[in-house]
């Protein structure tokens, strides 16, 4: 019996909203506070973007994706192992290790490559990808001339990679920078300048994606690669319905409990269900001007996360 | 102490045209040089098979209604194309498979002498595979351009037999690896990985194929599978004795591929002939029925 209506409130608590008093000495969701402020009196010729399943004003999905990740930076870590039952971790290791970051050749006098890659990562702010990339340039190519910015739009994210990196051998080293920025447009950084572009579980929350990807073709040099990981389509219908399941039901549920903030998790699974499939984004990657190895995209675990890359070709 | 210097002089010389007139296959790596367009390439290198591209040829030697076999003009294309920009760094990349193998370094060096960075070995998502795959389909588009173009087999003053021709392909399909002999038993270590393995066959399918259309078979009934499975396996096994073997101009091979293609024939012709004898006592038994009285 007591099974039964833990089941049901799994269930149900997916639809209902929780009327939690506002209160001003704790944020239990910040995103809502972020949705109560009235739109702008002018929003009616304003276009309109998804912000999970709902429909806001461009001009102010940045700031609420914003809140969402301010509220969840400190918690990251534990609710993606909760979420993804550690399986995250192997997602991104594999990722890495398909990339192969780093020279492993010395560079020839003519050579143009081969002195140390110049890597952009982007919604990098915990610096999960980066020290992966950092670790497998140094310990498997021997190659120490790698270096990685780091860019995020969000302080708070970046804070916390700061302070993790800390703890690498790779802090204060010029080989890695934090920088706060825009995906869709990031002035600061030249054009034709960037080997490896990587944005892992973040284009999903861009406002304009296909600016990202525009912008990403203008940083990279010719031959550059754009890499993104980012959670898509499963090809199962079974497996689809159990996957379904866990997002709607347990992930919000996790994040109540643990980080005390269901509705930023709430964003969280419906911004992926939003995400375009695989076919789609390959499209849109195409679209961007990158050429696509092979069928230009990889499925994990069923679909769940994809592997997408495209490469800029030369003039 | 030599060999490398004289491995790499090998290659180069087997990579660079030799005195022929019109782009070949062969040219892969040097077309690159001589700025020719990149379409061309792609053709000459990877629509081996299909003869409905623009390949650049002069007047074709036989009359394709006399040569036609059971080889469609259609043909369907290959299982692995390769975009203009994948061809430019694979073939690059042969350059380096001498020294360093079917590796991704060679992979890499490819990709800079083409002028691309370190990072776009990523337009081949099958890495070091992609390139052994591209080493397999280059050297068969050049062994029919060999019999096509050059008159492998039709050298000799006398008319070859199939057979003949079959075993003389065999040995100009195994000497075209001649060049990368250090490097093949690794090559056949990738192939052999399980996720290898289907296009490794479908390419051996490839060349056994091949090899059995210049030949001129023209058998239409269950030896078609038969004899091309025969190719086959010769071949394959046929490639390991080629890494380890030492002789002069490869001798011992040749010996090996004749020895291995009598057996096959030795043994198609005892099927051949237990077929037969299995069908005289099925008919003889069939009248002794009969002459008992057997409505049979």
Same mark, same amino acid.
């Given at each position: 019996?007591?099974?039964?209506?833990?089941?049901?409130?799994?269930?149900?608590?997916?639809?209902?909203?929780?009327?939690?008093? +506002?209160?001003?000495?704790?944020?239990?969701?910040?995103?809502?506070?972020?949705?109560?402020?009235?739109?702008?009196?002018?929003?009616?010729?304003?276009?309109?973007?998804?912000?999970?399943?709902?429909?806001?004003?461009?001009?102010?999905?940045?700031?609420?994706?914003?809140?969402?990740?301010?509220?969840?930076?400190?918690?990251?870590?534990?609710?993606?192992?909760?979420?993804?039952?550690?399986?995250?971790?192997?997602?991104?290791?594999?990722?890495?290790?398909?990339?192969?970051? $780093?020279?492993?050749?010395?560079?020839?006098?003519?050579?143009?490559?081969? !002195?140390?890659?110049?890597?952009?990562?982007?919604?990098?702010?915990?610096?999960?990808?980066?020290?992966?990339? %950092?670790?497998?340039? @140094?310990?498997?190519?021997?190659?120490?001339?790698?270096?990685?910015?780091?860019?995020?739009?969000?302080?708070?994210?970046?804070?916390?990679?700061?302070?993790?990196?800390?703890?690498?051998?790779?802090?204060? @080293?010029?080989?890695?920078?934090?920088? +706060?920025?825009?995906?869709?447009?990031?002035? #600061?950084?030249?054009?034709?300048?960037?080997?490896?572009?990587?944005?892992?579980?973040?284009?999903?929350?861009?406002?304009?994606?296909?600016?990202?990807?525009? +912008?990403?073709? !203008?940083?990279?040099?010719?031959?550059?690669?754009?890499?993104?990981?980012?959670?898509?389509?499963?090809?199962?219908?079974?497996?689809?319905?159990?996957?379904?399941?866990?997002?709607?039901?347990?992930?919000?549920?996790?994040?109540?409990?643990?980080?005390?903030?269901?509705?930023?998790?709430?964003? %969280?699974?419906?911004?992926?269900?939003?995400?375009?499939?695989?076919?789609?984004?390959?499209?849109?990657?195409?679209?961007?001007?990158?050429?696509?190895?092979?069928?230009?995209?990889?499925?994990?675990?069923?679909?769940?996360?994809?592997?997408?890359? $495209?490469?800029?070709?030369?003039? | 102490?030599? !060999?490398?210097?004289?491995?790499?002089?090998? =290659?180069?010389?087997?990579?660079?045209?030799?005195?022929?007139?019109?782009?070949?296959?062969?040219?892969?790596?040097?077309?690159?040089?001589?700025?020719?367009?990149?379409?061309?390439?792609?053709?000459?290198?990877?629509?081996?098979?299909?003869? =409905?591209?623009?390949?650049?040829?002069?007047?074709?030697?036989?009359?394709?209604?006399?040569? !036609?076999?059971?080889?469609?003009?259609?043909?369907?294309?290959?299982?692995?194309?390769?975009?203009?920009?994948? /061809?430019?760094?694979?073939?690059?990349?042969?350059?380096?498979?001498? /020294?360093?193998?079917?590796?991704?370094?060679?992979?890499?060096?490819?990709?800079?002498?083409?002028?691309?960075?370190?990072?776009?070995?990523?337009?081949?998502?099958?890495?070091?595979?992609?390139?052994? *795959?591209?080493?397999?389909?280059?050297?068969?588009?050049?062994?029919?351009?060999?019999?096509?173009?050059?008159? %492998?087999?039709?050298?000799?003053?006398?008319?070859?037999?199939?057979?003949?021709?079959?075993?003389?392909?065999?040995? &100009?399909?195994?000497?075209?690896?001649?060049?990368?002999?250090?490097?093949?038993?690794?090559?056949?270590?990738?192939?052999?990985?399980?996720?290898?393995?289907?296009?490794?066959?479908? &390419?051996?399918?490839?060349?056994?194929?091949?090899?059995?259309?210049?030949?001129?078979?023209? #058998?239409?009934?269950?030896?078609?599978?038969?004899?091309?499975?025969?190719?086959?396996?010769?071949?394959?096994?046929?490639?390991?004795?080629?890494?380890?073997? /030492?002789?002069?101009?490869?001798?011992?091979?040749?010996?090996?591929?004749?020895?291995?293609?009598?057996?096959?024939?030795? *043994?198609?012709?005892?099927? @051949?002939?237990?077929? +037969?004898?299995?069908?005289?006592?099925?008919?003889?038994?069939?009248?002794?029925?009969?002459?008992?009285?057997?409505?049979?």
């Amino acid at each position: 019996m007591s099974s039964r209506s833990l089941w049901r409130s799994l269930q149900t608590q997916t639809r209902r909203r929780l009327a939690v008093p +506002e209160t001003p000495y704790r944020c239990f969701s910040c995103t809502r506070q972020a949705q109560a402020q009235p739109p702008k009196p002018n929003a009616d010729d304003e276009r309109f973007t998804h912000f999970g399943f709902q429909n806001v004003p461009e001009s102010q999905k940045e700031s609420m994706v914003k809140t969402v990740f301010s509220s969840v930076a400190s918690s990251y870590d534990v609710m993606n192992d909760m979420m993804s039952l550690g399986i995250h971790r192997l997602w991104k290791d594999h990722f890495v290790r398909t990339l192969n970051p $780093g020279s492993a050749l010395p560079s020839r006098d003519h050579d143009a490559a081969g !002195r140390g890659w110049n890597i952009l990562d982007i919604a990098g702010g915990t610096g999960d990808i980066a020290f992966r990339m %950092l670790d497998h340039a @140094t310990n498997i190519n021997h190659d120490t001339a790698t270096r990685v910015t780091i860019a995020d739009i969000n302080p708070d994210m970046l804070a916390e990679g700061k302070k993790r990196s800390i703890q690498t051998p790779y802090y204060n @080293t010029n080989r890695l920078d934090f920088m +706060e920025g825009n995906a869709q447009s990031m002035p #600061s950084i030249p054009s034709n300048s960037v080997d490896l572009y990587t944005v892992v579980f973040g284009i999903r929350n861009f406002t304009d994606k296909q600016a990202a990807l525009n +912008e990403a073709f !203008r940083v990279l040099k010719p031959g550059g690669v754009f890499a993104c990981m980012e959670f898509s389509k499963v090809d199962n219908a079974l497996f689809n319905a159990v996957y379904k399941q866990w997002s709607f039901s347990a992930i919000p549920l996790i994040g109540q409990l643990v980080a005390g903030d269901r509705e930023s998790y709430q964003y %969280l699974v419906e911004s992926i269900e939003q995400f375009p499939s695989q076919e789609e984004f390959r499209g849109m990657i195409q679209k961007a001007g990158f050429m696509i190895p092979g069928r230009g995209f990889e499925n994990l675990t069923g679909g769940i996360a994809a592997i997408h890359k $495209g490469i800029k070709p030369l003039n | 102490m030599t !060999r490398p210097t004289s491995l790499l002089a090998l =290659t180069r010389r087997s990579l660079t045209p030799r005195s022929s007139p019109s782009p070949r296959i062969l040219r892969t790596g040097t077309l690159l040089h001589q700025h020719q367009p990149q379409s061309q390439i792609h053709t000459t290198t990877a629509a081996i098979t299909s003869k =409905t591209t623009t390949k650049p040829r002069s007047t074709p030697q036989t009359p394709r209604s006399h040569a !036609r076999t059971y080889h469609s003009e259609h043909h369907p294309s290959q299982p692995h194309e390769y975009t203009n920009s994948q /061809t430019t760094i694979l073939s690059a990349a042969l350059h380096h498979v001498p /020294t360093h193998g079917f590796t991704r370094n060679a992979l890499t060096l490819g990709a800079r002498d083409a002028g691309f960075l370190d990072v776009s070995v990523q337009l081949l998502p099958r890495g070091e595979f992609d390139l052994i *795959l591209f080493w397999l389909a280059s050297r068969r588009g050049l062994l029919r351009s060999k019999v096509e173009s050059d008159g %492998l087999l039709a050298g000799s003053g006398s008319v070859l037999s199939v057979d003949e021709k079959i075993q003389v392909l065999l040995m &100009e399909r195994l000497r075209l690896n001649v060049e990368v002999r250090e490097q093949w038993q690794d090559a056949l270590a990738v192939m052999s990985l399980g996720e290898n393995i289907p296009m490794a066959l479908s &390419e051996l399918h490839a060349l056994a194929d091949d090899i059995m259309n210049l030949a001129g078979d023209q #058998s239409v009934d269950a030896s078609w599978y038969s004899k091309r499975m025969a190719v086959a396996a010769v071949y394959a096994a046929s490639d390991f004795v080629m890494t380890r073997d /030492t002789s002069a101009g490869l001798r011992d091979t040749e010996e090996f591929v004749a020895r291995r293609w009598a057996d096959a024939r030795a *043994l198609g012709d005892k099927l @051949t002939g237990v077929r +037969e004898c299995l069908g005289f006592m099925g008919s003889t038994a069939v009248g002794l029925g009969r002459s008992w009285g057997l409505k049979i």
